[in-house]
Nanobody, 115 residues
Framework: QVQLVESGGDLVQPGGSLRLSCAAS????????MDWYRQAPGNQRELVAT???????NYADSAKGRFTISRDNAKNTVYLQMNSLKPEDTAVYYC?????????WGQGTQVTVSS
């Protein structure tokens, strides 16, 4: 099993920045990629960014140029740096860890972008 704990969500003004963190514990050697998803009220959960064990990254079009996913292997933590935030970025952000045949989810952290 893998446990994920997200943190860093907050209320921020448009144009501001936040850094989300996802700390992983447990059977993390089974994980080959980690993702950030988000879900706004009334919307489906959507993939925002991915980072593989090899360090390759991928972003949703809405995140390109504004968000950066990174990892600190020593801390077993994945980050999502979010800049130039917009009201439409408001959502609960979830960390996901992909293992062989299994997906693990965190509890989510709320990001609200509003003036």
């Amino acid at each position: 099993q893998v446990q994920l704990v997200e943190s860093g969500g907050d209320l921020v003004q448009p144009g501001g920045s936040l850094r989300l963190s996802c700390a992983a514990s447990g059977s993390i050697t089974s994980i080959y990629a980690m993702d950030w998803y988000r879900q706004a009220p009334g919307n489906q959960r959507e993939l925002v960014a991915t980072i593989t064990n090899g360090g390759s990254t991928n972003y949703a079009d809405s995140a390109k140029g504004r968000f950066t996913i990174s990892r600190d292997n020593a801390k077993n933590t994945v980050y999502l740096q979010m800049n130039s935030l917009k009201p439409e970025d408001t959502a609960v952000y979830y960390c996901n860890a992909r293992g062989i045949g299994k997906y693990y989810w965190g509890q989510g952290t709320q990001v609200t972008v509003s003036s």
